[in-house]
């Protein structure tokens, strides 16, 4: 991991490999946003590939900015991620100063999504980390996840997460939240019934950013009017098209249309549980 464009790497694989089982995958990182000489990074990780139970979920962690970072491992030898299947997702929750380290969770039902929280995110020992349940299944895949930390919003503190559940539709896509520091989750909340690969959730904070996030939308709700000669819905297209630099999509595809309005029926969701 590179301090800055240019500089040397820095290993995050600290300590004993022991062949076959060193392969590590898929890193997800995160600040702490308070203090940023703390970074977490998340990662598959195959060296409990034959534990028992199952642990494949590491994490490395730094104190000192990034310069040095330090492989998580208890006294098992393995992570404190235990029963575990990696898909790693990382959150800091600012009020309660908490780690929350999301992961395909066998202590959830079998393959669910949850994980492991801390405040001590730099011990490994099992008095560090609390198992928690984001939601209960056997076929969940793919969860992500974001943290509002910014003490401005109205939804401060709230850390959402989304997954496909492929008990549903082939892989439904869902989200949830909490808005009690990880306590509880709401239930899950329907984004599409059936199977729409889950991205990771971002969210760009800012005045400007919400308008042109709130232009977006509008624009692809112009777009999906009927056509028909009406010359305001055509100027406001034609201040949308401006605004946002797009003339490329303006004619566009069967397909673009049925993914624009996917598009606006998850912006219109979300937009009611704080993401819009």
């Known amino acids: 991991m590179p301090l800055a464009f240019g500089a040397a790497d820095v290993n995050l694989i600290t300590g004993t490999e022991t062949s076959p089982n060193i392969t590590q995958s898929e890193t997800y990182t ?37 310069t040095t970072f330090t492989r998580l491992t208890n006294a098992s030898g393995q992570s404190p991620f235990s029963n575990t299947v990696g898909d790693p997702v990382v959150l800091f929750n600012k009020p309660s100063g908490t780690w929350f380290t999301i992961w395909l969770d066998g202590g959830s ?15 490994p020992s099992p008095a560090s980390w609390t198992h928690f349940t984001v939601h209960s299944n056997s076929q969940d ?12 919003s109205p939804f401060f503190g709230r850390m959402y997460v ?18 009690d520091n990880g306590n509880t989750w709401h239930s899950p909340i ?45 100027r406001r297209r034609r201040h949308l098209d401006q605004h946002l630099h797009r003339p490329d999509l303006l004619r566009p595809t ?5 993914l624009l309005r996917l598009h606006v029926q998850q912006s219109r969701l979300l937009a009611t549980h704080g993401l819009g």
């Not at 895949?141 to 401005?152: C, H, L, Q, V």
């Not at 989304?162 to 808005?179: Q, R």
């Open 254 to 258: 069967p397909d673009q249309f049925r």
């Open 30 to 66: 995160t600040a702490n946003p308070d203090n940023p000489d703390q970074i977490f990074v998340a990662y598959n990780d195959s060296r409990g590939r034959n534990a028992a139970p199952i642990n494949i979920s590491g994490a490395s962690v730094s104190t000192d900015g990034g």
């Open 109 to 123: 039902g079998g393959q669910g999504v949850g994980g492991y929280k801390s405040t001590t995110p730099w011990d």
């Open 190 to 234: 329907s984004v599409n019934p059936g199977f729409v690969r889950d991205v990771q959730i971002k969210w760009r904070q800012g005045y400007r950013r919400r308008v042109h996030r709130r232009h977006e939308r509008e624009w692809w709700q112009c777009q999906l009017q009927p056509q028909q000669p009406d010359l305001q819905v055509d």
């Open 141 to 152: 895949d793919r969860e992500s996840g974001w943290a509002d930390n910014n003490p401005s």
């Open 162 to 179: 989304s997954w496909n559940d492929f008990n549903i539709g082939g892989g439904a896509l869902f989200v949830t939240y909490s808005s």
